[in-house]
Nanobody
Framework: DVQLQASGGGLVQAGGSLRLSCAAS????????IGWFRQAPGKEREGISC????????YYEDSVKGRFTISSDNARNAVYLQMNNLKPEDTAVYYC????????????????????????WGQGTQVTVSS
């Protein structure tokens, strides 16, 4: 079974940092793109960053560019999201998701982050940024 386990959320002051982890199992890691999504109260879920596990293709949503960094550890079957200079508007439940990308990693990254119907989802982790 595909399993995605997100962790690393917490409460942090504005300007602070957090590192989210997504542990993946149950599928061939290199064949997939994995991404981070967030949903704030009253808002739709949005894809903020995705990565192709085979070729490292990445996507960042404009509001997180320059502040967040996604990385993939193929040896550990894990994807990380380093979040720096956090802002109160980053407060949300953060989810990781995975979708098959095959050899078309860059396309798979975009398909996942823009909303793939075939994605697998993990549980969320709460990130709260205080002002």
């Amino acid at each position: 079974d595909v399993q995605l386990q997100a962790s690393g959320g917490g409460l942090v002051q504005a300007g602070g940092s957090l590192r989210l982890s997504c542990a993946a199992s149950g599928f061939t890691f290199d064949d997939y793109a994995i991404g981070w999504f967030r949903q704030a109260p009253g808002k739709e879920r949005e894809g903020i960053s995705c990565i192709g596990n085979s070729d490292g293709s990445t996507y960042y949503e404009d509001s997180v560019k320059g502040r967040f960094t996604i990385s993939s550890d193929n040896a550990r079957n894990a994807v990380y999201l380093q979040m720096n200079n956090l802002k109160p508007e980053d407060t949300a439940v953060y989810y990781c998701a995975a979708d098959w990308a095959g050899t078309a990693q860059a396309m798979g990254v975009l398909r996942l982050c823009y909303g793939s119907d075939s994605a697998y989802w993990g549980q969320g982790t709460q990130v709260t940024v205080s002002s």
